[in-house]
């Protein structure tokens, strides 16, 4: 199982805790992760990337391994850790502002 | 006996104040959608406990979040706004074309006889429906065909934040767009006229009477009287008798025609409501004293309600939305400040009360009058 955790706002809109488990069939990569999290929890659909591009929002980055991985393309598997789940893939509200 | 529940939008969350039609003891509940931007939460007038919410974060984008309870329970519905086709571009700050973008919802109106039908003025500015309870948003496209290249964002995006629904003519619909001014629909949305002639924008256009580009900042009418238009412009406040063919002012005495929302009196078709404020560049209400103007006359002569607000050092501003009005016998008044302050007044403005002095800043009032 992969291990998304999610950011507080997230959290609440899907009703769930900090860390949710996904099943994921095929590659692991940001977009299955993300396709898998947005089928178990259809709320968070266009909060994390654009509904039709599927581009990730601006102020939103994605960490796992302690690498930022928002810069990464979509479809590149991530890490094998990530995909046996021992490592979480963040999903992170960037920081701004002061 | 009825009751009143007065929709809150904040910078932070949603708040529901509820009272009796005594007004005087409120009860405070919030905030729903905890740190996040509520734009709009408006009810259904023809089923009061079904509410919409605009919510929206410049890090998760837009939620729309819908209550069939009053309030007490909410589920996010579709969020997903595509514009028709291909956006095309408006004009941008600088003069040259820029892309469509959705960016939020600031407007949420709920058809005056379906509960599941329910408009959405958005930024960039267009015009949404959604005819299955907010499940799904469909534009109406033929608003942006009315020039829309010439459009341009005022300084605070270029927003759709008006809807008017004629309730007399169901086809009829007016809009206005900050910075491209007023339309009006009267074919239930297909196509739609830019309806400006009037309008003077002596310091914001290179041509002060065109068509469109005026910044247009709300619009009000009562629904006696749907052909009657009032308006608070950039500056300015402006008056149509024949459903925005033509404007004429009607600034009259006021000490600034500058300000924000613009409201018209439950039971008296000639009575209005602003808040005046300072300028353009000095957002707040002028000499540190919160003034109600409220005419009579449909506009000209004006006078200054003052009972109950504060008359010394206060520097708050008074947003487009935040502006209300209930059904009761003795119309209640009502707005929400950028300092967190909704104020009421049971007795036409004469006399004004805080009901919460300590939100974050409001950017929209709604009120429902309950049976």
Known sequence: ?98 | MSSVRVLVGTRKGAFILTSNARRKKWDINGPYFAGWEIYHINGSPANHDRLYASQSTGWFGQLIQRSDDGGKTWEPVDNKFVYDGTPGTHKWYDGTQHPWEFKRVWNLQPSLTDPDTVYAGVEDAALFRSMDGGKSWQELPGLRSAKGDLWQPGAGGMCLHTILLDPVNPERIFIAISAAGAFRTDDGGGSWLPINQGLKSNFELPDPTADVGHCVHNLAMHPSRPGVLFMQKHWDVMRSDDAGGMWYEVSGNLPTDFGFPIAVHAHEPETIYIVPIKSDSEHFVPDGKLRVYRSRKGGNEWEALTEGLPQSDCYVNVLRSAMAVDTLDSCGIYFGTTGGQVYASADSGDNWAPIVHDLPAVLSVEVQTLP
């Open chain 1, 1 to 98: 199982m992969i291990c998304v955790m999610l950011p507080v706002h997230l959290q609440r809109l899907a009703n769930t805790g900090r860390e949710v488990e996904l099943q994921v069939d095929g590659p692991v990569t940001q977009s299955s992760i993300l396709d898998a999290l947005e089928a178990s929890y259809p709320m968070l659909r266009g909060t994390i990337r654009d509904h039709v591009t599927k581009e990730r929002r601006a102020f939103i980055r994605f960490f796992a391994c302690g690498e930022d991985l928002s810069l990464e393309q979509p479809d590149v598997p991530l890490p094998e850790s990530v995909a046996n789940g021992t490592e979480r893939f963040m999903v992170v509200g960037a920081m701004a502002g002061g």
